[in-house]
């Protein structure tokens, strides 16, 4: 994996938790009535290149910039402070 490929990766992530922190609540009862409902995600090629491409082996790299990005303003408080 390139330089820039984690770079991107990361990003990724970061800016995922960041939109997850802001809307957590939702996203979670949306899912839930998408379940209960049966509907699945369609098949979306651009979707599918890119988890097949970056995404698959770099998990843990997402998952860093994730966690970064949910704990952001605790981090810059406690790096400042």
Known sequence: MS?????VVFVVGLLSGIVVRWVAGLAAVLALVLVLLGVTTPDIGLVNFVVEQYYQGNELLFLAGLLFGLDAEHTRDAVEG
């Not at 330089?3 to 770079?7: G, Y």
């Open 3 to 7: 330089l820039f490929t984690a770079v």
